[in-house]
């Protein structure tokens, strides 16, 4: 699976949009961007994916540029309860039941009031 | 609520014994996977099931062992307890359809384990 860069920290105002980049340039023309974020000792919970369009869900949206190299997840409006460490991973389509996620250290998005 | 299973959710042992998680998946998961989140390091990938086989292998140690059982439960045993093998065990399920991939893992809350 592709590796990503994630930077470890970012803050964001409650209210605005919080906007998460991740580079993954290894990427590969079968492998799927999958964003999950951990809330303190909680199980990871799913937030989206995408393999090349853009795609919008009820809790966030996932850019994906032209050429698949990086990605941003925004989350429209932040509340204090989207303090989480958000997990930017890639995980491969191999067409067998082997895709596991190899989750790196994510970043930690800090929504202040 | 993912619809992931865990218990016990918290479980406090002596070093030296042995423990056993307990997972249910989601209703027609066929994949299970186990994962392990110390405080030192990240999730850290053990192993997965798929209906009843073993498919992949991670970071597991040879005093932790797994199966997944015909009702697609699945079980994490681990052994001789040491005090760095406390942590979150955390189980996840996914549907896997062969050929087609972008499905979906979800996780449960979570096992705590404590070793003393």
């Known amino acids: 699976d592709a590796k990503t860069t994630q930077p470890p920290s970012m803050d964001c105002a409650e209210g605005r949009a919080a906007n998460l980049p991740c580079n993954h340039s290894?990427?590969?023309?079968?492998?799927?961007v999958y964003w999950y974020r951990q809330i303190h000792s909680q199980g990871p919970q799913y937030i989206i994916h995408?393999?090349?369009n853009n795609e919008t869900n009820e809790m966030a949206s996932l850019i994906i540029t032209e050429d698949r190299k990086s990605s941003t997840l925004i989350l429209p409006h932040a509340t204090l309860r989207d303090t989480a460490v958000y997990y930017c991973?890639?995980?491969?389509?191999?067409?067998?039941?082997?895709?596991?996620?190899?989750f790196g250290t994510g970043t930690l998005l800090a929504v202040q009031p | 609520d993912s619809g992931v299973t865990q218990t016990p959710k918290h479980l406090i042992t002596a070093t030296g014994q042995r423990v056993t998680l307990r997972c249910s998946p989601r209703?027609?998961?066929?994949?299970v996977y186990w994962y392990q989140q110390s405080l030192d390091q990240g999730l850290q990938f053990l192993i997965q099931?798929?209906?009843?086989?073993e498919r992949a292998k991670g970071n597991i140690l040879e005093r932790f062992s797994a199966q997944q059982f015909p009702d697609l439960h699945s079980e994490l045993n681990l052994s001789s307890l040491e005090l760095g093998d406390s942590a979150l065990y955390f189980c996840?399920?996914?549907?896997?359809?062969w050929g087609r991939g972008g499905n979906t893992i979800y996780f449960g809350e979570g096992s705590w384990l404590t070793v003393v």
């Open positions: 996840a399920s996914s549907v896997e359809v």
């Open positions: 290894t990427i590969s023309g079968n492998e799927y």
């Open positions: 209703s027609g998961d066929l994949s």
């Open positions: 995408g393999l090349k």
């Open positions: 991973i890639v995980r491969g389509n191999y067409g067998g039941a082997t895709n596991k996620l190899i």
């Open positions: 099931y798929y209906n009843g086989e």
